[in-house]
């Protein structure tokens, strides 16, 4: 069995967070383990508004202990660390570890809230993690952050990001929702290693039900190299995986929405 671990928040209502990463996991067959960085949960009396639970610093070295030292990964990813001390074990363990294939998705905010829940942790993820990460997976808001090109509107805006972010020490960059950028018309999203820019290009789905996408997107890549992808290859298959994901989105009340990371499977045994 192929073993491959998230370093991530408990989203409480499921569609995000280790709840999509592990979800993910399985469909690639693989056996999945997680550390929770937090708890996050949402009020039906206040709008869905978002508060955030972190676990302590000895809860979540215990667990990252028990993953890496006592079982082992192929491949890991972490989310939403929210607290310095998670970035700097994060940090400890995929390089004690020497875990290679490790994505970073730089989790900064939840969507639907607008402002980054610590923005003083953008420059220790940066600065810690992105070095370590094989390909990190940041969303339009976070290119802007770790780039410093705020409001990247255009496929060029993109790819500058990219650079900049590359220069800072990441491997490969994987920039999604190329489908915000201003009048898209495809989901376009950009891989850069360096070398070449590489556009993948899905169809667009209309829909406001993605929470979890961004989620969902970087355990596929992490669950592709476990199972022995190159960059390109589990990126293209993460990319195919999300838009299946996507095209079995439904409301799970007024406020919000997941994708369905079945539904791929599902489509394989019934159509
Ligand atoms: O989608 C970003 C995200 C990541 N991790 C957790 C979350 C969210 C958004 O709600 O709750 C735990």
Redesign the pocket.
């Known amino acids: 069995m192929i073993k491959i671990a998230t370093i ?6 499921g ?6 990463d592990l979800k993910t996991f399985e469909e690639y067959g693989l056996y999945g383990m997680a550390a929770v ?4 949960t ?1 009020d039906p009396e206040k709008n869905w508004a ?1 508060t ?1 639970f972190p676990l302590d610093e000895k809860a979540l070295k215990a667990q990252l202990e028990t993953i890496f030292k006592g079982v082992g990964v192929a491949a890991a990813k972490s ?2 660390l929210g607290t310095a001390y998670a970035v700097a074990l994060t940090c400890d363990y995929i390089s004690s570890h020497k875990i290679k294939n490790y994505v970073l ?1 730089p ?1 900064m ?5 607008d402002e980054a829940l610590n923005p003083e942790l953008t420059t220790a993820i940066a600065e810690q993690l992105l070095p370590l990460a094989l390909v990190t997976t940041p969303n339009l808001f976070e290119a802007g952050q770790l780039s410093g090109i705020k409001n990247i509107a255009t496929i060029e805006h993109m790819q500058e990001a990219a650079r900049i972010i590359l220069d800072k020490g990441a491997a490969t960059v994987f920039i999604k929702g190329g489908s915000k950028l201003p009048n898209a018309t495809k989901a376009v999203d950009l891989l850069y290693d360096g070398k070449t820019f590489e556009l993948l290009e899905a169809p667009l789905i209309k829909t406001n039900w993605t ?5 969902t997107t970087s355990a596929a890549i992490a669950s592709g190299l476990a199972r022995g992808l190159s960059v390109y290859d589990a990126v293209a298959l993460a990319k195919r995986f999300i838009t299946q994901s996507l095209y079995g989105n439904f409301a799970l009340n007024q406020w ?1 929405g997941p994708g369905n990371p079945s539904t791929w499977r599902k489509e394989t045994l019934f159509t």
């Not at 991530?8 to 209502?13: K, L, N, P």
């Not at 569609?15 to 999509?20: K, P, T, V």
């Not at 929470?211 to 989620?215: E, F, L």
């Open positions: 991530a928040g408990s989203d409480a209502s569609g995000a967070g280790l709840e999509a960085t937090l708890i996050a949402m978002h955030v989310g939403m998705d989790v905010v939840c969507k639907g809230n929470h979890g996408a961004g989620c919000i």
